[in-house]
């Protein structure tokens, strides 16, 4: 629940913290050459992040919003390329062996999943600063608790939790389901979330499949 001091920090590190050690034990085949230069950057923004605004987000700052944005755009590179390494490797009959392939994809699916709800989270009506701060903003998904404000406090806004279960309803689904996109980057965003997480689910099944007849 949001409150007027600001949405916490802590569960978005913990996120980025997540998709950071999924990328770090990933088969090498299935990263890309400069996988660890990506590393290094992605724990470089997340810390000047979290030294920047390690509590609370109770206003809206632009270079801690920036860099936000360019750490969710290099985590994203980074999974797209192991999508991309994935299919080629189970196009070429490269990988036989199930676990390994499931234990990949599956990190894989994660780490989209969760990428793409710090996406939702960042760019959401601006962002979680301008959230906290304002009490009218112009929202980029709409909620049940906006649309129906008796299902909340007056006061209700999004925090993470909310954005990670939008995001893993989408990675399942391939759709939305209580939350609605309104605006074009929300859509464009979640289309390229389904279409990711469906690409890996059914080419993982698929081969998996194939592996263990």
Same mark, same amino acid.
């Given at each position: 629940?949001? !409150?007027? $001091?600001?949405?916490? =920090?802590? /569960? #978005? $590190?913990?996120? !980025? +913290?997540?998709?950071? !050690?999924?990328?770090?034990?990933? /088969?090498? =085949?299935? !990263?890309?050459? *400069?996988?660890? *230069? +990506?590393? #290094?950057v992605e724990i470089l923004l997340l810390l000047f992040i979290f030294i920047s605004n390690p509590h609370r987000i109770a206003q809206h700052k632009s270079h801690i919003w920036y860099s936000g944005i360019a750490l969710n755009f290099v985590m994203t590179i980074s999974n797209i390329g192991g999508v991309i390494k994935l299919i080629d490797l189970l196009v070429n009959g490269k990988i036989t062996d199930p676990k390994l392939l499931l234990l990949s994809g599956g990190s894989i699916w994660i780490s989209n999943m969760v990428i793409f709800s710090l996406w939702y989270w960042e760019i959401d009506g601006g962002g979680s600063g301008f959230r906290s701060q304002s009490e009218k903003y112009q929202p980029d998904f709409l909620f049940t608790q906006l649309s129906n404000p008796g299902f909340a406090k007056p006061d209700w806004k999004p925090v993470y939790l909310d954005y990670f279960y939008l995001s893993l309803t989408n990675s399942s689904a391939f759709s939305p389901t209580d939350v609605l996109p309104l605006s074009q980057i929300a859509k464009s965003l979640m289309a390229i979330q389904s279409l990711i997480s469906m690409l890996t689910l059914f080419l993982i099944v698929a081969r998996a499949v194939n592996v263990l007849h």
């Open positions: 629940m949001e !409150t007027k $001091s600001g949405e916490l =920090r802590w /569960p #978005v $590190s913990l996120a !980025t +913290i997540l998709v950071i !050690t999924l990328q770090l034990v990933l /088969p090498d =085949r299935l !990263t890309l050459n *400069f996988q660890n *230069f +990506i590393l #290094v």
